[in-house]
């Protein structure tokens, strides 16, 4: 019955890693001496000693995964997926009507490309590790890839549409809407036009496209660089000031007027009556 029991445990000792494995007997070769061979006794020991150390060692823990999906993005589940088909097939619907093409440009440009075309923001696009020699960004907005389309195939006038993902390296807030991972559906005019007749067209694709989903009362809201300029000018801000002080109150919509009037003169260094002054400007609103 010893035997058996002995057996038995030599035969759990397979799955002991091979530096643990130990031969019962003494080598022919070891000292010139004759082979000893070992007691019962003696090998149950030596099992219970592996089998301890076996156990104490055991096998190294699989560290657990984490299943979740990076910082400013989400899943979309197929219902949702329905509704943004449908969403988009009523906007590509319109710009259709309106003449407009659509082109796809890759999702990362030359980082040359990029820099310098967002101002402040520029400190939001996701720059890519050195390939090949390139370095390479991703895509911040739709309008500065289009832009390079254009010159790059000397196009002369152009109505194009697309719709496509776009990345910024920003802090997102799930709840409101701001991601790191979203779409944009871009509609621009490259050429020359009659004056103004560009921009109406813009308006109108929006409100046909506001008015297709059915969302109830919406405001159109126009925002014009030249405007934003001239108050800018007429509220005393110097003109060297004018694009930061823009990148300030380009947050308006995210954050409160306290909040922007505190960066404009304490980060940008704006004389607080001229930011006073801006600020009665933005906070107008009315039909």
Avoid at 197 to 220: N, Q, R, T, Y
Avoid at 222 to 248: A, M, W, Y
Wanted: proline residues 5%; hydrophobic residues 35%.
């Amino acid at each position: 019955m010893a035997l058996t029991t002995t057996m038995t445990k030599l035969h759990r000792l397979l799955s002991v890693p091979k530096i643990l494995q130990h031969t019962v007997n003494v080598s022919r070769h070891q000292c010139n001496k004759p082979p000893t061979l070992m007691t019962i006794q003696q090998i149950d020991e030596e099992v219970a000693k592996l089998l301890d150390l076996k156990a104490k060692l055991g096998d190294e823990p699989t560290p657990k995964t984490v299943l979740k999906t990076p910082k400013g993005t989400r899943d979309y589940m197929p219902r949702q997926m329905a509704i943004r088909e449908g969403v988009f097939k009523v906007i590509v619907d319109c710009f259709k009507r309106h003449g407009a093409e659509t082109i796809d440009t890759p999702v990362f440009e030359l980082k040359e490309t990029l820099t310098g075309k967002y101002g402040e923001d520029s400190k939001l696009i996701y720059d890519l590790q050195d390939q090949g020699g390139e370095l390479l960004s991703l895509r911040y907005d739709l309008t500065v890839p289009f832009a390079r389309y254009v010159a790059m195939n000397k196009i002369a006038k152009m109505k194009r549409y697309h719709i496509a993902k776009v990345y910024r390296r920003d802090n997102p807030a799930m709840t409101r809407g701001r991601y790191r991972e979203f779409y944009q559906c871009d509609f621009d005019i490259a050429g020359q036009y009659d004056p103004m007749i560009p921009d109406a067209e813009c308006i109108k694709i929006v409100h046909e496209i506001l008015s297709g989903l059915k969302l109830g009362s919406f405001v159109i809201k126009v925002n014009h660089r030249l405007i934003l300029d001239g108050l800018f000018e007429v509220c005393g801000v110097p003109q060297d000031k004018f694009r930061t002080i823009c990148s300030s109150v380009d947050k308006l919509d995210k954050t409160f007027w306290e909040d922007v009037r505190g960066e404009m003169i304490d980060d940008k260094g704006l004389d607080p009556i001229s930011a006073d002054r801006i600020g009665e400007y933005v906070q107008l609103s009315g039909e």
